[in-house]
């Protein structure tokens, strides 16, 4: 997200959306969101010249929102300009939940330098981008920043090691931006590397003879029973069977989220309280939970599903009013989405385990389908990828960048809160 200064009119707002992309740690968790706003105003044919002018509009909008609502409890990082460095509203940023990142565009003059100091005393942290070698202006800023970006992709063959020596230092941490696979993670990794920015986690890595696990099974078999309307006593019998499941249901429908008025204790009444409608969803969200105690929605996976799903619910509902069915499907697409990658399976064969519709089977083999195009949208937003074709999406889905950008917010809210009380 670039920031500079300026006092745009609100209306060019409408020309922007919103890419979060997931910095994780060592450990895998989810830590950070880089935040991305992009330009598709030519969309409707409408060109923004001052980029500097849209940019303050938009940070200005995401600030009176709240970044807390856009980042969850991660922290924010935002890209800067000279221009945004030097500027006031800079102020208007939580200096609590953002880093900002300074562009490798941006010169360390003695004055930029004074600037970055002051703005470290009023509690800001920084990070250095797009890092590809030792040059002057790296070596100047890098005192002042808490975190140096290195872009892997940019870098000759051969020469990150040696840069990963040179910049590993106590006093700032390494983040590797554009990984994209396993095996580059796994050598950043090894090169003392801490945090990660790169769809490399969403990939699916497909081990031959993998299978799904048991506890996996059970939820997926319980997903069946509603598909085809089984009585209700046959869901509470099977839900019985799994200790796992019984456990997390009882949590989830004690939560405030749920919002039962008493406590409860038996799965008959719990499954009652909470409806088909949200077993469902709250069995589809469950596949992406491991067994293990720690917040788990720090888990990437899971936080890019969900967003997923309910996105996808959002704008069916949002393009076609009150039909709750075809909302559903698009919950199901979105989260589905990401199950080779969860299972280590090819999706053809997730597939074969859960009898969906065809025009789900469509969507996720082929990207076919209203639903496939709408998951496709999604996909090129998380990556805040070319946005003429971005444009071109949302015009063939009839789709104004505010209408999504609103869409976006509400997923992201509704997720955060609902995860955590999985």
């Known amino acids: 997200m670039m920031l500079a200064s300026s006092s745009a009119p609100t209306k060019l707002a409408d020309n922007f959306f919103l890419a979060r992309q997931p910095i994780l740690n060592r450990g895998q968790r989810l830590v950070a969101y880089e935040l991305l706003f992009r330009d598709a105003a030519s969309y409707n044919g409408a060109h923004v010249t001052d980029d500097t002018e849209a940019t ?129 993670f796994q050598e950043c990794m090894e090169l003392g590397f801490e945090y990660f920015q790169g769809y490399y986690f969403a990939r699916p890595v497909i081990l031959s003879g993998k299978k799904i696990s048991p506890s996996q099974m059970s939820v997926l078999h319980l997903l069946e029973l509603l598909d085809r309307d089984a009585s209700s006593a046959e869901i509470e019998r099977s839900v019985k069977h799994d200790a796992l499941i019984t456990l997390n249901l009882l949590r989830l429908v004690n939560t405030p989220a749920v919002g039962a008025r008493q406590r409860i204790n038996s799965v008959g009444h719990a499954l009652m309280v909470l409806g088909r409608r949200q077993l ?18 720090t888990s990437p996976l899971l936080q890019l599903a969900t967003t997923r799903g309910k996105t996808m619910e ?74 003429k074709v971005l444009a071109q999406m949302l015009h063939q889905l009839d789709l104004k960048p505010a209408e999504l950008y609103a869409i976006q917010l509400a997923a992201i809210e509704w997720v955060t809160e609902y995860t955590r009380g999985i």
Not at 282 to 294: D, E, H, N
Request: proline share 3%; charged share 25%.
């Open 280 to 297: 469902r969803r709250w069995l589809q969200i469950l596949l992406y939970v491991k067994s293990g105690g720690t917040q788990e929605f």
């Open 56 to 184: 303050a509009t938009v940070i200005a909008h995401a600030a009176e929102l709240g970044m807390g609502q856009v980042v969850g409890d991660q922290m924010a990082f935002v890209n800067v300009d000279a221009v945004g460095l030097m500027s006031d509203f800079i102020r208007f940023l939580p200096n609590d939940k953002v880093i900002l990142e300074i562009l490798e565009t941006v010169k360390a003059t003695p004055q930029i330098l004074a600037r970055v100091s002051e703005l470290k005393q009023a509690g800001f942290k920084f990070a250095l981008d797009d890092v590809i070698g030792q040059s002057e202006d790296v070596q100047k800023f890098m005192p002042l920043c808490d975190v140096i970006k290195v872009d892997i992709k940019d870098m000759q063959p051969g020469t990150l090691p040696a840069l990963a020596k040179v910049l590993k230092n106590p006093k700032q941490k390494l983040l590797a931006e554009k990984v994209e696979t396993n095996e580059e």
């Open 314 to 387: 959002l704008m069916v509902e949002h393009r076609k009013p009150g039909q709750r069915v075809c909302a559903d499907i698009g919950f199901t697409v979105g989260v589905m989405s990401l199950m080779d990658t969860l299972f280590s399976i090819h999706m053809r064969d997730v597939l074969e385990s859960v009898n969906v519709l065809d025009e789900v089977r469509a969507a996720l083999l082929h990207r076919s389908g209203d639903y496939g195009n709408m998951l496709s949208l999604i996909e090129h937003v998380e990556r805040g990828r070319d946005s």
